[in-house]
C-alpha cells in the first residue's frame, strides 16, 4: 500500500486511530472499537482502497500482560491492488464486545464464530454466534491463557449429523 494512501486513511481516521506501525510492508492499525464498522466499510468501498476480502480474523490474549487483555486481528487483502491491510482492536477483559463485521464482509461469519469459540469474544449482532469447533456444552474458552492445560470437559452423547445444535 502506498504512502499516500496510508496518509489519507491516517487523515481520515485521525481521532480514532491509537497507532499505526509497518510491518513487513504491512499496514498495521489499531482503532477504536466504536470506529471498526466505520474503518471496515471505507476500508471496502474507497475506491483507492478496495479491499475485497477479509482473510482472517483472530485473537490475542494478553493475560496480565497488558490492561487491555484482548486483541481482535482482521487482515484484509485487496484483489484488485494487491495490497493488505491489518487492522486490530483492543478490549478489555470485561467488556470483550466488538461489532460484527458480517454485514461488510459475509466471509467474517465463522472468523467470528472461531474467535468466539476459542477466547469467548462476543461479536455483537452476529446473525448465528455459537460454537463452531467445539461442542455446545463445551465449558469455557481454550485459546484464553488462564484456560487450565488440565481441565476435564463434560462427556456428551454421540448425535446424529441432523440433529440441529442449540445455540447460546
Not at 132 to 137: A, C, F, R, S, W
Request: proline share 5%.
Amino acid at each position: 500500500m502506498n504512502r499516500e494512501l496510508i496518509l489519507k486513511i491516517k487523515e481520515d481516521f485521525a481521532n480514532d486511530i491509537i497507532s499505526f506501525v509497518e510491518d513487513r510492508d504491512m499496514p498495521v492499525f489499531v482503532i477504536r472499537r466504536e470506529a471498526l464498522l466505520r474503518f471496515v466499510t471505507f476500508l471496502k468501498e474507497c475506491a483507492e482502497v478496495k479491499m475485497e476480502q477479509v482473510t482472517d480474523i483472530t485473537a490475542v490474549d494478553w493475560f496480565k500482560k497488558r490492561e487491555e487483555r484482548f486483541e481482535v486481528v482482521y487482515h484484509f487483502y485487496s484483489y484488485t491492488f494487491n495490497h493488505r491491510l491489518r487492522l486490530k482492536v483492543n478490549l478489555f477483559e470485561n467488556d470483550a464486545k466488538v461489532p460484527t463485521i458480517t454485514e461488510i464482509f459475509s466471509g467474517a461469519n465463522w472468523f467470528e464464530r472461531e474467535c468466539y469459540d476459542m477466547y469467548g469474544i462476543i461479536f455483537l449482532n452476529h446473525p448465528d454466534l455459537r460454537r463452531i469447533l467445539l461442542y455446545p456444552e463445551f465449558v469455557g474458552h481454550p485459546l484464553r491463557k488462564d484456560y487450565p492445560i488440565d481441565k476435564r470437559q463434560p462427556l456428551v452423547k454421540l448425535r446424529r449429523p441432523e440433529e440441529s445444535r442449540e445455540r447460546p
